[in-house]
Structure formats: structure tokens, C-alpha cells
């Protein structure tokens, strides 16, 4: 107790010493609050960020496909992997009113090096009246009537092969020695009215005279 009145009888004589002591007490105290703190290191999260980048591996192939017959642009046409034939047709403009499609899959896809045939109704109607063709439609019915490009086998027997005036698309006409687009359109015209049943009658067709008929007579049937 003594001590404690003697601190305060001080206190009380000096109190202009008292507070400037205090102050300095303060000042030390925060200044060294301020040194713990600053020497203090930072605690820092890190936190990772992973960037995905969806790259597309898988390249768009580029295929070719050649269309004939009853489309109204037929020719060869540059397709992604994977199209259907139903989309060939409309790059090619589109269906003629005599197509028919009634044995073909629209949404068979293509494959690079394949043919497309589209027939008319008047080819089908042939197809179905020849007894020969009966037998053959249900094997063009699992084919789609498409066909894909083969080599040629070594005994080269498709060279044999006649063509028939009564079923042959458009382009197999224009195989044949001197007949052209319009000799072969008119072929098609001519059947369409009267069934060839002879050979020989190729010659009343317009524009076909003996010549013609004479070089190409080993390679034609009906």
C-alpha cells in the first residue's frame, strides 16, 4: 500500500512526466505490434486455374461421289464423310419428275468412289416385266441400286458385257460408239413409247441410220 501511495503522490506532483511516459509506452507498444506484423509472412492461396481446350481431333474427311441418272445435275460431287444419299441428291438438284426411288435408301450413307444410279419409272417397269430381271431386282433392292467403282479383274469380262436397249441408263447409251447425249435421249424417248424387240430396231430411232447401227451391233441386246 505504501508503494502505491507514493506512486500516486507522483503521479500527482508530476503529471506532465506521467503522460508523456504513457504516450511513449503507447507508441512503443504499437510500434513494436507493427514490426511483429510486417516480419510476419503473408499467408497466400494459391488457387490453380486449368484452361481446357477442346481441340477437335477428328478431321472432316472429303469424299467423292458420282450421281446419274434421274437427277437434274447428275456428275461427280465433293461430300463429307458420312452424307447420306438423300443429301447427294438435293446438292444435285434435285429429283426429275420421272425418278423413282422406290428401291433405293435415301439414308444410306455414301462412301468415296461410289456411283449413284437413280432409275425411272419406266427402267423399274422394265426391270419387273423381264422375267431375268425379276430374279435380279431383289439382289438391286439389297444394293440400293448403288453400286461402288471395282477394278477390273484380270480376265477383263466387263468389256463383254452388252447393253441393253430396253434398261440402260443414259450414260451406258453414251458408251456406245457415235451415240451421244441427244442420240441417247432419244433412245430413252423411243422406248418409252415402243419396247425395242430386235436390235434392229434401234434403227428407227431419229438420227440413227445403218453406220451407227453397224458399229455398235456386237455391243447392244434387248
Not at 96 to 114: C, F, G, H, P, Q
Request: hydrophobic letters at 35%; charged letters at 35%; glycine letters at 4%.
Amino acid at each position: 500500500m505504501d508503494n502505491l501511495n507514493v506512486l500516486l503522490d507522483y503521479v500527482k506532483g508530476h503529471k506532465k512526466n506521467t503522460i508523456i511516459i504513457i504516450l511513449v509506452l503507447i507508441i512503443f507498444v504499437i510500434s513494436c505490434f507493427l514490426i511483429v506484423k510486417v516480419n510476419e509472412k503473408p499467408k497466400t492461396k494459391i488457387v490453380e486455374k486449368k484452361i481446357i481446350q477442346k481441340v477437335n481431333v477428328k478431321e472432316k474427311k472429303v469424299i467423292k461421289v458420282d450421281i446419274k441418272g434421274e437427277v437434274k445435275n447428275p456428275g461427280v460431287y465433293e461430300v463429307e464423310k458420312g452424307t447420306r444419299i438423300n443429301d447427294v441428291i438435293e446438292l444435285s438438284g434435285g429429283l426429275t419428275y420421272r425418278a423413282n426411288t422406290d428401291y433405293i435408301n435415301l439414308s444410306k450413307k455414301v462412301e468415296d468412289e461410289m456411283v449413284i444410279f437413280i432409275y425411272s419409272d419406266w427402267e423399274i417397269s422394265a426391270f419387273k416385266e423381264e422375267e431375268k430381271i425379276k430374279e435380279e431386282l431383289p439382289k438391286l433392292e439389297d444394293k440400293n441400286l448403288i453400286t461402288s467403282n471395282v477394278e477390273d479383274d484380270e480376265s477383263d469380262s466387263t468389256t463383254d458385257k452388252k447393253v441393253n436397249l430396253n434398261t440402260a441408263t443414259l450414260e451406258q447409251l453414251m458408251t456406245l460408239t457415235g451415240i451421244g447425249e441427244s442420240k441417247a435421249k432419244a433412245i430413252i424417248e423411243y422406248r418409252e413409247k415402243n419396247k425395242f424387240k430386235t436390235i434392229e430396231d434401234l434403227k428407227e430411232v431419229s438420227g440413227i441410220g445403218d453406220s451407227i447401227f453397224d458399229k455398235i451391233k456386237e455391243n447392244i441386246t434387248v
